[in-house]
């Protein structure tokens, strides 16, 4: 009996021990099979000039493009914005410190919709502009 109870007490620990995985199916859009609407949105420009900051002990050149992006998600978030339109830059490096201060203007994406025929022209035109 009790060589019973010890097996299934084995049993129960090593059953409770086992983890299951499972792995995810992806499908890259740009593939054979899968066609993808283009999407159109408006793009909300805010008159008021936004400032971020951001800053790093012994920046390297790598690293001043994500102090950059740093700043511009510093001056995003404050204003609720999506995007930053014309942002300037000014860098500061003193003692081994890199400060990032960047101005812009906040952009916030409305209305977005797969693309109609009323939307063609533009596309056509030129008007409207992709961020690379």
Known sequence: MRKLIILIIS????????TLTLTPKTQNINSSGI???PVVAE????????????????ASN?????????????????????????PKYIIKT??????????????IYKN???ITEDDIPLI???DLHQLD
Do not use: W
Request: charged share 15%.
């Open 11 to 18: 049993f129960v620990i090593f059953i409770s021990c086992s």
């Open 35 to 37: 066609l993808q609407l």
């Open 43 to 58: 793009l909300e420009v805010k008159n008021e000039k936004i400032t971020g900051e951001s800053s790093q002990m012994h």
């Open 62 to 86: 790598n690293s001043l493009s994500i102090i950059k992006s740093n700043a511009v998600n510093n001056a995003l978030s404050k204003s609720s914005g999506d995007v930053l339109i014309e």
């Open 94 to 107: 003193e003692r081994g410190m890199t400060q990032v201060t960047v101005t812009g203007y906040p952009g």
């Open 112 to 114: 977005f919709h797969t």
């Open 124 to 126: 056509k035109s030129g």
